[in-house]
């Protein structure tokens, strides 16, 4: 089955500073990209997602980047702000049919300073 | 638009005792999933169904979990006898044709 890798497991930076999530999936057949933020007691959302005929996704200050050659993709945050303080998933899908299931990375705990 | 609509929100519960976790859906979205979250395994996908049909349960730890979804609207995920190493939160998501999944506020579920 997929197996996803996310680094770093933690990640702390001074506010207006940009962060970079890594993450590394196994299965060719995934071709679906999401990543979900979870504040602390709270469910994960969905920020942004990406699908393998696409290389790159920018919504304001987040972006996506996908590289299917090398199995991996990236979330960039820029110009982070104390809100962006959360715990950070990335999760890959074979999509298509009737196969959904996401194998999401074990997250990363960004902590924004102020 | 409601969101997904999970209960209990906590459950506190002692071993061998039966739990039961209930999920409705966004109305109209015909995948079900439920996942269950920890800090030492982080989000597991238990059980996923479409069209209220179980697709995969590859997830599901023993046969001490069972999941149904008698109709579109409504699902539930038994644990029988529970134990404490069941303790987790427990989310249930649905999606629609977007593929996106939307995730409900989860069953914080203790078991002493």
């Known amino acids: 089955g997929e197996n996803v890798e996310q680094h770093p497991s933690t990640l702390s930076v001074q506010e207006g500073d940009s962060a970079v999530i890594k993450c590394t999936y196994s299965?060719?057949?995934?071709?679906?990209f999401p990543w979900y933020k979870q504040e602390l007691g709270k469910r994960p959302q969905l920020i942004i997602d990406i699908r393998s005929n696409v290389g790159e996704k920018k919504d304001q200050r987040i972006a996506v980047t996908l590289n299917k050659t090398a199995k991996h993709f990236s979330l960039h945050i820029t110009e982070t702000q104390p809100e962006d303080s959360a715990v950070y998933f990335c999760?890959?899908?074979?999509?298509?049919?009737?196969?959904?299931?996401?194998?999401f990375g074990k997250g990363t705990l960004l902590t924004v300073n102020p | 638009d409601a969101g997904v609509i999970q209960s209990p929100r906590h459950e506190v519960t002692e071993m061998g005792q039966e739990v039961t976790l209930r999920c409705k859906p966004i109305?109209?979205?015909?995948?079900l999933f439920w996942y269950r979250q920890t800090m030492m395994r982080g989000l597991e996908l238990l059980i996923y169904f479409n069209n209220n049909v179980p697709i995969d349960d590859s997830g599901m730890p023993e046969d001490r979990f069972s999941a149904k979804m008698p109709n579109a609207s409504f699902s539930t995920l038994k644990i029988q006898p529970s134990e404490p190493r069941d303790s987790a939160v427990y989310f249930c998501?649905?999606?629609?044709?977007?593929?996106?999944?939307?995730f409900g506020p989860g069953t914080r579920l203790l078991v002493l």
């Open positions: 999760a890959a899908s074979p999509s298509g049919g009737s196969n959904y299931k996401l194998t």
């Open positions: 998501a649905s999606m629609g044709r977007q593929e996106t999944q939307y």
């Open positions: 299965d060719s057949a995934s071709n679906y």
């Open positions: 109305s109209g979205h015909n995948s």
